[in-house]
């Protein structure tokens, strides 16, 4: 807790109580050394006076909201007015507490205003874990044409069809062009196609009626249904049925969809992003894919490279994820010496940005404060 108070009877007075309840304390003489304080280290919440020199406790409150505007700044003062509190509360204050303060009221208004700090840091942290879009980090030539492209395309309604290696992100070029959109409020639903057995695809993707079949008790709402007014991404289609193809094809083509067991069309208004590691045209000529259905996804063509293609980007994929890694487990970034970056620039990455993400977490959990080439050799599969 950091004090700011220009009475230093005040500060000592509230420095005591407030340790003798367990909190660690700061002490400032005026609003100016307070505020440099504030700015270098991290406080939980703040006691600040109102008439000080140099830098007001109002001025304090200014700065200080747009340096960390979560942490909590109670206002305390000996002319407390009912229009001082209004303008204080208006620019950002938690509470306002007139000097002497009651200790009850002080102690209270602490532990509500930590409880919402601690509130509002769960809730950041939920986001994030939820809805967050990680980053598409590089800045090799391939990676900045593909974020190029996407905040062209992002903004149309045009179908992609994002290509590459198993590992290489494509699900992230969706989340990307679905976050850019006019429909990122919408719903992003993802489907993988190789993940759903052949019988099963049709229901998935489009619903079927109760008794359709025998094991539908009840009535499913399918993954076009779920995704409309937003986007649907289908990773691996390269795996869909022919049968299941041609249905996914009248969607595109007409904007409607039928249940399995039902007779009544449902109008749906959805974006296709596709995905897939194969050779859609190979496919067409092997006759596992429909040509017309390759013409309908495709109207914009995204090739993810693979690792070993932009092994310039290593050094940036490690150092975030060795900082997403570190903060998911708790502790101090993690550094790594730069002939350890070598080494793993060296290595054959056939499972991509998933193999690499695994090689650091594992280097994280079984290396010392700082990674080194050793630890390179020894925990990581050379070729």
Request: aromatic share 4%.
């Amino acid at each position: 807790m950091l004090i700011i108070d220009d009475e230093a009877s005040i500060r000592k007075t509230l420095s005591e109580i407030l340790s003798f309840e367990g909190y660690k304390i700061t002490e400032a003489v005026d609003g100016e050394e307070g505020l440099k304080l504030f700015s270098e280290k991290t406080f939980n919440t703040v006691l600040c006076d109102i008439k000080m020199p140099k830098l007001d406790g109002m001025e304090f409150l200014e700065k200080a909201t747009t340096i960390a505007p979560d942490v909590p700044i109670i206002m305390i003062t000996g002319h407390g007015t009912i229009e001082t509190a209004v303008e204080a509360v208006k620019k950002g204050a938690y509470d306002f507490i007139s000097k002497p303060p009651d200790l009850n009221r002080l102690l209270i208004t602490l532990r509500n205003a930590l409880e919402r700090t601690t509130l509002v840091t769960e809730t950041k942290v939920l986001k994030k874990k939820v809805s967050k879009v990680q980053e598409i980090v590089g800045g090799s030539a391939p990676i900045q044409k593909i974020k190029d492209t996407i905040e062209k395309v992002a903004p149309t309604e045009a179908r992609v069809l994002v290509t590459g290696e198993n590992g290489v992100g494509k699900e992230l070029v969706a989340r990307w062009i679905h976050e850019l959109s006019s429909r990122s409020n919408s719903p992003l639903v993802e489907v993988n196609c190789a993940a759903i057995p052949t019988e099963l695809i049709e229901s998935e993707l489009f619903g079927h009626e109760k008794g359709s079949f025998t094991s539908a008790i009840k009535q499913r709402i399918g993954k076009f249904e779920q995704a409309n007014g937003g986007t649907l991404f289908l990773d691996e289609i390269g795996d869909m049925s022919l049968n299941a193809q041609a249905k996914v094809l009248r969607a595109l083509q007409e904007g409607k969809i039928t249940r399995v067991g039902a007779d009544k069309d449902i109008n749906v208004d959805v974006r296709v992003i596709a995905a897939t590691n194969k050779d859609l045209l190979q496919e067409v000529e092997e006759k596992n894919f429909r040509l017309d259905l390759y013409h309908r996804l495709s109207v914009i063509l995204i090739n993810v490279p693979s690792l070993n293609e932009r092994k310039d980007d290593i050094p940036l994929l490690v150092d975030q994820f060795l900082d997403d890694i570190c903060k998911d487990y708790g502790i101090s970034k993690k550094g790594i010496e730069d002939k350890a970056i070598d080494l793993l620039q060296e290595y054959n990455w056939t499972g991509n940005i998933r193999e690499l993400r695994n090689v650091v977490e594992r280097l994280v959990i079984l290396s010392g404060k700082t990674i080194t080439p050793n630890d390179v050799k020894s925990y990581v599969a050379m070729n």
